[in-house]
């Protein structure tokens, strides 16, 4: 009788890939954010890999992946606000809502008619990336409107040059390597070119149940 089987290795290696690929990117985005900057923005590692762990590795991989990535923004980068009594605050949990969406969206983002494959989850970057930054910026400027703090930096046509198009970009061309990573290491392993949500639901979706 076998103690461990082939479903307990596939969780114990899922569990140490994601944990491999957090550590690492969380720390490549902290420590050198200018040499993957564009007009002030910086490629967002950590929110590509979370919507792409969605979309490739389904549902669950998405959720947890994006609220432990949450997690770890929110303890070593938490972003300050201006309060309506003009004093600077450190918000809490802004970045579990904002990756737990993200990985969410991208697992939903026309996974199963695409069969999750490799050109449309750039597409699902692209798009998320988009709701993430439109509707940051909405909140932000109606926040600051409350406040009395706007300033030409929330002038539509400026963050559209100096903030979505140069996140687009970034992000997009982030997608590429990290496309490779997750679709060729792992942590989910498909072998062969059929039956990939069938490997998903298998190895992806149901594995998070056990843990």
């Keep these: ?3 461990v089987n082939e479903t307990t290795n596939a969780r114990v290696r899922k569990i140490v890939v994601y944990a491999i690929y957090i550590i690492l990117l969380s720390s490549f985005q902290v420590s ?3 040499t ?3 007009l002030g923005q910086t490629a967002d590692l950590v929110f590509v890999f979370v919507v792409l762990s969605g979309y490739f590795n389904g549902f ?7 609220f432990i990535c949450g997690m770890v923004r929110d303890v070593f980068s938490p ?5 309506l009594d003009g004093e600077v605050r450190v918000t809490a949990f802004i970045g579990v ?15 199963k008619r695409m069969h999750r494959n490799i050109p449309f989850s750039i597409v699902a970057v692209i798009f998320t990336t988009f709701c993430y930054k439109v509707g940051g910026y909405l909140i932000i400027f109606g926040w600051s409107s409350m406040a009395g703090t706007t300033s030409t930096i929330y002038q539509p046509l400026t963050a559209l040059v100096y903030s979505l198009l140069p996140q687009l970009l970034l992000n997009t061309l982030t997608a590429i390597p990290i496309i490779f ?8 392993s498909f072998r062969g070119r059929s039956g990939r ?8 979706e149901g594995t998070w149940l056990g843990i």
């Design 60 to 66: 669950w991989d998405g959720a947890i992946v994006g």
């Design 79 to 83: 972003p300050a606000v201006l309060g």
């Design 36 to 38: 993957i900057s564009l």
């Design 97 to 111: 809502f904002t990756l737990f969406a993200a990985g969410i969206t991208g697992a939903s983002f026309f996974t």
């Design 181 to 188: 990573l997750l679709r060729f290491l792992g942590p989910v």
């Design 32 to 34: 050198f954010p200018d």
């Design 1 to 3: 009788m076998r103690i």
């Design 197 to 204: 949500d069938e490997i998903i639901e298998k190895q992806g």
